[in-house]
């Protein structure tokens, strides 16, 4: 693996950035909605991914808010995902969102988002470290994904985590593909335009052989014209998706039999 020297650094500095929010009407009425305000296209511009992280972590530390602390876990994630270069710098990122969703977690034991960032972080942050760090956190992902399912029992991302675990784990670690299928389903049907969790389907399909169900279901994740999530399809489920139709020999821009 390759190893980029050095954490990821702020671009703009906070304090700056927190007097604008509070001073432009234009931009937010607080600093926590201006990331939020930022998070909603950064798809656009990565750089506003740095900018929401400046702005939700002087909130965090001028106020701890529970919700606050969540976005920061999940700005953190997403900076893991599209700005960090190299497995150091994801590393930093993962493990900076993991510690602030475990923060959220404990400002609001029963809070939903905070439970589904500290999981999601702790995934990315063992599957970067490697197999067996990976598999020592398998026990903390399944329990957090049964806390989310408590909580709300149609919860998307509570279904795609506990399907993904079936999904990749061994039988013999507690994997079960049949019921991975039914998570997703689950998922998908509280969010149909959910494109991640449709992604993550259709790899259950390849992995089970089932290419014709594969396909359909990438077609639907390439031409869906209104995702849940716009700034995670565009950077990463409809490339995923084009990549994985070529790789089948289909045209990705091919549309879905009727």
Partial sequence: MSRAAGAIRSRVGVPLLFVTALASPAVAETPPEAARALLAHYHEDLDDLDRARDLLAAAAEHQPDATVVTDLSRTWFLIGEFRARGDSERLAAYDRGREAGRRAVALAPRSEGAHIWYALNSARWA?????????????????????????????????????????????????????????FRRALEADPRRTGTRLELA????????????????????????????????????????????????????REAP
């Fill in 203 to 254: 790899r259950l399909y390849l992995a089970t052989r089932r290419s014709a169900d594969a396909q359909r279901e990438l077609q639907r994740v390439v031409a869906e014209p209104a995702p849940s999530d716009m700034p995670y399809w565009v950077l990463r489920d409809a490339p995923r998706a084009r990549a994985l139709l070529a790789s089948l020999g289909i045209n990705p821009e091919a």
């Fill in 127 to 183: 599957e970067t470290r490697g197999l067996m760090r990976a598999l020592s956190v398998v026990p903390v992902l399944r329990q957090e994904a049964q806390t989310i399912l408590s909580l709300n029992p149609a919860s998307v991302e509570g279904h795609t985590l506990a399907g993904g675990l079936d999904a990749e784990l061994p039988a013999m670690l507690g994997g079960d593909r049949a019921r991975a299928e039914e998570h």
